[in-house]
């Protein structure tokens, strides 16, 4: 057998060719024109991709930079900060905050779970200036409820910053920024956006540029008025990352497509976006329900992200063997779990550049491994995993509203929050 090797990790994610290429021929001089066009281009275009009116900065970095300059820009020593956790990447809004001085206050929910929205009201004070969360924890394959937050702090007549870390949640879930009140929004190159690390972005609500002008933490690299400034004339404060910006724009291009017609082959940004979280909510919970047919547990079974699946490896197995098995029989890398969650878990991405194909040959070499490595997943059979794979991708292509999860697929309160009032999701709810 031939090993064809293929990223199943959430990031850095598979690459699209044209992406590549665009890199490769993006030979020019940042102060030009020819630059001005393209960066201009592609801010314009990663508002669409975003869903906002706001002003989008690029930063060359990857996305914990874009983090970090979320907390400089926007917090002075000793302001006390509220971070929501229930994961790794949760952890990193705290250890941030905590290292420029801020009183960090932290809202916390086991791994493979989301808080409660009061819980997250107990957390909030009259003095908390920003509020960090994800939309999607990568680390536990949880999604968390922006809008519930949003909804919260709006009611409250909180004066927090909502700054959400949407690196995995950009082109997996439905985010509305603009209507939901969110005040920074991050995204990051290796993620949704097809191709390689480098580039993170962040979407600044008018309300946290006003904000950075009484703030005072240290910032310079990261200082982000300045990047605003320079945007505006299409260049960046520093050497921009040329290459890289090259192949964001051959990415938006590509993502546009996705929702192109005849008449219109070049598409929408925006409606490619759809198209893009859309496919991978469908690709997700054919792993989910793949995944459950085969005896797995799910680790995060009442709010998953479509942004990764993370999988329980069963009893006595360290999930280690699941992945090293995937890549040296199939040349499939997927992920262990990241910290104490090692050897517990194995996380399979479907952010960016994955399909229905991609996802079926990945839950049938899984197949393959359940019946070679796993003898204690009760009534193995051959292809049932597929079978409700292909079952789950059916009954949405047949009714595609009626099957979709609503935003953070719970059943409880912060849902049933949302809706009516926002009447925005453009999912609907299946509880
Ligand atoms: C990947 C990721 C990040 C950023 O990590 P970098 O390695 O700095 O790019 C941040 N948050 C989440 C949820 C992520 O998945």
């Not at 690029?58 to 907390?71: D, H, N, P, W």
């Not at 292809?383 to 047949?398: I, P, W």
């Not at 595609?400 to 059943?411: D, K, L, N, W």
């Amino acid at each position: 057998m031939i090993r064809k090797i293929r990223l199943f990790t959430p990031g850095p994610t598979p690459l699209l060719p044209a992406a590549q290429f665009a890199m490769a021929a993006a030979d020019m001089h940042h102060r030009t024109p020819e630059f001005r066009a393209l960066f201009l281009k592609v801010l314009a275009q990663l508002k669409e991709f975003v869903g906002t009116k706001n002003d989008v900065v690029v930063l060359s970095s990857s996305g914990t930079g874009a983090m970090e300059a979320a907390v400089t820009n926007l917090t002075s020593p000793g302001d006390r900060v509220l971070v929501l956790t229930a994961g790794k990447f949760g952890e990193r809004w705290t250890s941030l905050a905590k290292n420029f001085n801020c009183a960090v206050d932290v809202v916390e929910a086991p791994y493979g779970e989301t808080f409660s929205i009061e819980a997250v009201k107990a957390g909030l004070r009259l003095e908390t200036r920003a509020v960090f969360m994800q939309a999607t924890e990568t680390s536990t394959g949880v999604r968390h409820c922006v809008p519930a937050v949003a909804k919260l702090l709006k009611e409250t007549g909180s004066e927090a910053m909502l700054v959400v870390d949407a690196i995995t949640g950009l082109g997996t879930t439905h985010l509305d920024m603009d209507r939901w009140g969110v005040d920074v929004m991050i995204g990051g190159s290796q993620k949704a956006v097809m191709m390689s690390p480098g580039l993170s972005y962040l979407a600044v609500s008018e309300r946290a540029w006003d904000r950075m002008e009484v703030t005072y933490n240290p910032r310079y690299y990261f200082d982000l008025r300045k990047e605003r400034k320079n945007a505006v004339k299409g260049e960046s404060a520093y050497t921009p990352a040329v290459s890289l910006i090259a192949a964001l724009g051959a990415a938006l291009d590509y993502i546009a497509a996705q929702a192109g017609t005849a008449e219109n082959p070049a598409g929408s940004v925006a409606e490619g976006r759809k198209k893009l979280v859309e496919n991978a909510e469908t690709i997700s919970a054919m792993t989910r329900a793949a995944c459950v047919a085969l005896g797995f547990k799910l680790f995060a079974p009442d709010a998953p992200s479509a942004a990764a699946t993370a999988v329980l490896a069963p009893e006595g197995v360290d999930s280690g063997v699941i992945c090293k098995e995937l890549k040296s029989r199939f040349g499939a890398t997927i992920t262990n779990g990241q910290g104490e969650m090692q050897g517990k878990l194995f996380r399979i991405a479907h952010l960016g550049f994955f399909d229905y194909m991609d996802t079926m040959a990945l839950i049938a070499a899984l197949e393959q491994v359940v019946a070679t490595k796993l003898p204690s997943l009760p009534d193995f059979q051959w292809g049932k995993g597929l079978v409700a794979a292909q079952e789950l991708f059916a009954s949405r292509a047949l009714d595609a509203a009626a099957t979709r999860t609503c935003f953070c697929g719970r059943a409880d309160a912060c849902c049933s929050l949302v809706h009516p009032e926002y009447g925005v999701m453009d999912v609907k709810p299946v509880h």
